[in-house]
């Protein structure tokens, strides 16, 4: 009999990987769980106590994004398929916060390990404040400089992150994103999709959080509007159907793949191809008509142009399936 967790998280993690599991969970479980933002900042405002930040001794973590779980899922084994339902991301702050970062995003000077990727000066330093009318579910943003005065835009929540551990044994910041999901920043993260992700490691190691109230295509400046929210996921394991290699989303309306990778167009491309795939391996299209049909009535998503990889969703509408 499937299992309810309310999970009340006792660590955050900033990798992706095979950390020690908050939980054991069985396919069919459902988890409950209160997120922090991106910025460590919980549903109070309160800023997340640095004992219950993730940290080693021996290297260097960039404290961003973190995350609840893994949750260690009893029956999954490696080549499996983890199937997430994301039931609710009910925000439960009535605030989110963006910002300019000087070094971080392609609009402005990178700033990797080796130094600076330009000779100019780096974004300036700039905070925004929205506030959210959870009744209403829009968010507000004061804009004194401006003509406007203040907009009103309509809130959408999502989880920025969403993976499992990655292959190889690795370790992957939960700044960036591959095969194992991640930081994809995939407005369609969000209640009511499913995601399927591959299963590189015994056990998959489930972890989510980096919820968003509202971001547009790309998370252009690299910060959407950062906020908490109680999430309700519901885990499945299938056995069958696989392996895939990169994260599959559905809803309602799309089948989906995000490709997580550089340059831009290597992530097109892969989205693409593992699309073309699936509609021929599970949904007995030809892989040429597949291609064509693509062609003529796919839709693509861009998550994010700022991480260190970047992610492409392509999207095939469900109405043109057998």
Not at 218 to 245: F, M
Not at 249 to 268: C, H
């Amino acid at each position: 009999m499937a299992t309810v967790h309310r999970h009340e998280p006792s660590i955050y993690y900033y990798t992706f990987g095979p950390n020690e599991p908050a939980l054991h969970i069985n396919a069919g479980d459902h988890v409950i769980v209160q997120t922090v933002d991106a910025g460590h900042w919980d549903r109070n405002g309160e800023e997340l106590a640095a004992e219950k930040r993730y940290s080693r001794p021996d290297t260097e973590y960039r404290q961003a994004n973190p995350q609840v779980g893994p949750y260690y899922v009893e029956e999954a084994e490696v080549g499996d398929i983890l199937c997430v339902r994301i039931h609710r991301v009910d925000l439960n702050r009535d605030w989110a916060f963006s910002r300019y970062n000087p070094g971080f995003g392609n609009m402005g000077v990178e700033d990797y390990p080796g130094g600076p990727t330009g000779l100019n000066e780096p974004l300036p330093q700039k905070y925004y404040h929205w506030e959210i009318d959870l009744e209403s579910q829009m968010a507000t943003l004061d804009l004194p400089e401006s003509k406007l005065g203040s907009i009103t835009i309509p809130c959408h929540p999502f989880l920025g992150c969403i993976g499992v551990a990655p292959r190889f044994g690795e370790h992957i910041s939960t700044l960036s994103s591959a095969n194992h999901g991640g930081n994809m920043d995939c407005v369609d993260t969000g209640p009511g999709t499913t995601v399927y992700l591959p299963v590189f490691v015994k056990g998959a190691y489930l972890q989510f959080a980096d919820v968003h109230a509202a971001q547009g295509d790309g998370e252009l400046c690299g910060v959407a509007l950062e906020t908490c929210a109680e999430v309700e996921v519901e885990v499945e394991v299938r056995k069958s159907g696989g392996p895939i290699y990169w994260p599959r989303f559905e809803d309602d309306e799309w089948i989906m793949v995000a490709a997580n990778t550089r340059p831009l167009m290597d992530a097109y491309k892969i989205a693409h191809v593992e699309l073309i795939r699936w509609l021929a391996s599970d949904y007995g299209f030809d892989l040429w008509d597949a291609f064509q049909v693509v062609s003529q009535v796919g839709r693509t998503r861009v998550g994010n142009v700022v991480d260190p990889n970047f992610t492409v969703v392509a999207k095939f509408p469900k109405r043109y399936l057998p």
